[in-house]
């Protein structure tokens, strides 16, 4: 059964830094695009950026928001993936979800079950 | 506000048939496939439909279908393990990112 676990989620002071991770087990990762899907409290989905295998490139993508503040990298031999989070904002609080990316690119197939990150005073 | 527009709430007896809608424009719905996806309690999503194609494991009451720029799920024969909040999401070429709508609640009554 494919698994995928987030960790790493906290509170954490605005202007801050956190790093989440996502260990990815059962699952062909090396070959894997993967993204980040963050939820705020009470509302919906946003996706927040994604990374390509090493095998179409290993480029990153990112959502307006975090572009710049955010920075999405991986480990194949750790079959790990990373979300490097600085200058940190209350809105930025939220769970934060690590999926899959099926075909075409934008369909997510897995997810984790997400990590909680909190920001504030 | 979210670039794809769904209900805020659909309603449905056990055993009826409903339908959630998910509305954007040329640049998204229009151009590329949908997915859909499920959310109970807040938990993990799990996808439900890919286009039109359910994922293996989803019953085959769930249907999925679009016509230009409205997108939608269609759920015959409602159980009370389908409540919960869907949310449907796609690419847009101009935004250049991943788009979801604000989300549905489906209650089964």
């Known amino acids: 059964e494919v698994q995928l676990v987030e960790s790493g989620g906290g509170l954490v002071k605005p202007g801050g830094s956190l790093r989440l991770s996502c260990a990815v087990s059962?699952?062909?990762?090396?070959?894997?695009?993967m993204s980040w899907v963050r939820q705020a409290p009470g509302k919906g989905l946003e996706w927040i950026g994604r990374?390509?295998?090493?095998?179409?490139?290993?480029?990153?993508h990112y959502a307006a928001p975090v572009q710049g503040r955010f920075t999405i990298s991986r480990d194949d031999s750790k079959n790990t993936l990373y979300l490097q989070m600085n200058s940190l904002k209350t809105e930025d609080t939220g769970l934060y979800f690590c999926?899959?990316?099926?075909?075409?690119?934008?369909?997510?197939?897995?997810w984790g079950q997400g990590t909680l990150v909190t920001v504030s005073s | 506000q979210s670039a794809l527009t769904q209900e805020a709430s659909v309603s449905g007896t056990v055993g009826q048939k409903v339908t959630l809608s998910c509305r954007g424009n040329?640049?998204?719905?229009?151009?590329?496939?949908v997915g859909w996806y499920q959310q109970i309690s807040h938990g993990a999503p799990k996808n439900v439909m890919f286009?039109?194609a359910p994922p293996s494991g989803i019953p085959d009451r769930f249907s999925g279908s679009k016509s230009g720029t409205t997108a939608s799920l269609t759920i015959s024969g409602l159980q009370p393990e389908d409540e919960g909040d869907y949310y449907c999401?796609?690419?847009?070429?101009?935004?250049?990112?991943?788009?979801f709508g604000g989300g549905t609640k489906l209650t089964v009554l």
């Open positions: 999926t899959t990316n099926a075909m075409p690119r934008y369909f997510f197939d897995y």
């Open positions: 059962e699952f062909t990762f090396s070959d894997a695009w």
């Open positions: 990374i390509k295998s090493k095998t179409d490139g290993g480029t990153t």
């Open positions: 040329s640049n998204n719905i229009g151009s590329y496939a």
């Open positions: 286009g039109k």
């Open positions: 999401s796609t690419w847009d070429n101009i935004l250049n990112v991943v788009i």
